[in-house]
């Protein structure tokens, strides 16, 4: 686990809500706090679908953030940035999940790596790598950063 500073809010944030760059993360949850406090959990919600629309969803757990980027987009857009805000991120394969964390508050955004090894492994190597690849996709969004 690495926590990475982000210097420029606006470019990230922008990133985040209006590009593709975290398009193939999962998205697990969001907690804003605004006027009012939202938490919004990604998890899909299968009765909320018709039985074809399940069918293409297949067996996932949570929406992509391609298609719930818009809903907190929604939420953030307004004249005052939120006083404080969490966007949990995550990309699955076989052996690990790979999280990214965003934290953000009066003083500063904030991303911090997450990972999990699926089965027992001691080797922390991939932990590590995983820490290192956030650094390099960070550096090549055109995002400065300070490790914490």
Request: aromatic residues 10%.
């Amino acid at each position: 686990m690495t926590a990475f500073r982000i210097n420029d809010i606006k470019k990230f944030m922008e990133l985040l809500l209006s590009g593709e760059a975290f398009d193939d993360f999962m998205f697990i949850e969001a907690e804003l706090d605004m006027a009012m406090d939202y938490k919004i959990s990604g998890r899909i919600n299968r009765g909320f679908y018709s039985t074809d629309e399940n069918e293409i969803l297949g067996t996932a757990a949570f929406h992509m953030w391609a298609a719930a980027k818009e809903n907190v987009r929604r939420i953030i857009t307004g004249r005052r940035l939120p006083v404080r805000m969490k966007i949990v991120l995550q990309k699955d394969d076989e052996d690990a999940s790979r999280i990214i964390n965003v934290r953000y508050d009066r003083t500063g955004l904030v991303v911090i790596t997450g990972f999990a090894q699926k089965g027992f492994n001691p080797d922390k190597q991939p932990e590590r790598d995983w820490d290192n690849d956030a650094l390099v996709f960070l550096k090549k969004l055109g995002l400065e950063t300070e490790t914490c």
